[in-house]
């Protein structure tokens, strides 16, 4: 029976959930948009950004175009662990059914 | 709240913030108000002028009228074109996001019969009836409209339907209703869509953006 402890912890936060569901939805997100979306400070922001950057959830690339500018993408890791993170969503919905 | 609820509601956040995501709006509220002026600008001007011909003056070919109108349709393409690289400057995005790309893929092959009657007008020695080519371009345009439903926000739906339900009364409209000896329906018929229906669409839009996408509007 699958329930919430198989749920990955990181991304089962729910600032974290938000920014990996962004992330999933387009290729490349500027922090600007992201924060625009998700109305969170800088602070919160960068803190969950980095923490999904260190699992290695989430790559960062630094540019200058007209200004300094940081885009955020998921990486395959990233990928992989919130499809998983999906199936185990509509398991326990399933089960519920059941 | 028991196990299956807490899945169903974060599925559900999930789903609600790809949608907002990946919502693109093809039609920017700067492009429909420049667009809007400039159609309502246009049929007025074919109105005085008509206005400033003789009473028994004969009806104009409808070459002309078409080519003022294709004018008009590249000016407002070309500020429609600065509105997207501004914004995607503003942004640090590609001129072409993913987004317009996945709108002009959806809208592309709803221009083709329009293109390819208004070269069949122009070609043919015969004159342009301007209001079956009037109705072509509204419907058309309607369906390209439409084309984006699946990734467009609502207004953007309702205006191709308004388009394209338009097109309909321009081709049915009971002849006995518009008596028109000086064939300016088809003037009318553009000024009313291609004009007011852009800027009523600005003004929803601008009456009900909320302020974080106001930096937002013209690409993604």
């Keep these: ?98 | 709240m028991n196990e299956r609820s807490r899945a169903e509601e974060d599925l559900r956040v999930i789903r609600n913030l790809m949608e907002r995501a990946t919502i693109y709006r093809a039609i920017s509220a700067p492009t429909a108000l420049v667009g809007g002026l400039l159609a309502v600008g246009t049929s007025v001007a074919f109105w005085l002028v008509d206005r400033s011909r003789a009473a028994d003056a004969m009806t104009p070919d409808g070459r002309w009228f078409a080519t003022i109108w294709l004018v008009v349709l590249a000016l407002v393409l070309a500020v429609n074109a600065l509105f997207v690289r501004q914004e995607a400057r503003r942004g640090g995005r590609p001129f072409l996001s993913s987004g317009a790309k996945l709108a002009l893929r959806a809208i592309a092959p709803c221009l083709l019969v329009p293109a390819a009657a208004t070269i069949w007008f122009f070609r043919n020695p015969d004159p342009i009836d301007a209001e079956v080519l009037v109705s072509i371009w509204i419907a058309f345009y309607g369906l390209a409209l439409l084309a984006t439903a699946l990734f467009a926000p609502r207004s953007l739906a309702v205006l191709g339907w308004a388009f394209l339900l338009s097109s309909l009364l321009v081709v049915f409209w009971p002849k006995p209703l518009g008596f028109d000896p000086r064939g300016m329906f088809p003037d009318f018929a553009m000024g009313a869509t291609f004009g007011l229906y852009h800027l009523l669409y600005a003004a929803c839009i601008w009456s009900r953006r909320r302020p974080k996408e106001r930096g937002n509007s013209a690409t993604e």
Excluded: C
């Design chain 1, 1 to 98: 029976m699958p329930d919430f402890e198989k749920l990955d912890k990181a991304i089962h936060e729910k600032g974290r959930l938000a920014i990996m569901t962004l992330l999933a939805s387009r290729v490349r997100w500027s922090f600007q948009d992201l924060k625009a979306e998700l109305k969170m400070s800088d602070g919160n922001l960068v803190s969950h950004l980095r923490t999904l950057h260190k699992l290695g959830f989430v790559a960062v690339t630094k540019a200058v175009l007209d200004r300094p500018q940081t885009t955020y993408a998921l990486t395959s890791k990233g990928r992989s662990a919130f499809t998983k993170y999906l199936e185990v969503l509509e398991q326990i919905v399933r089960a519920g059914k059941a």
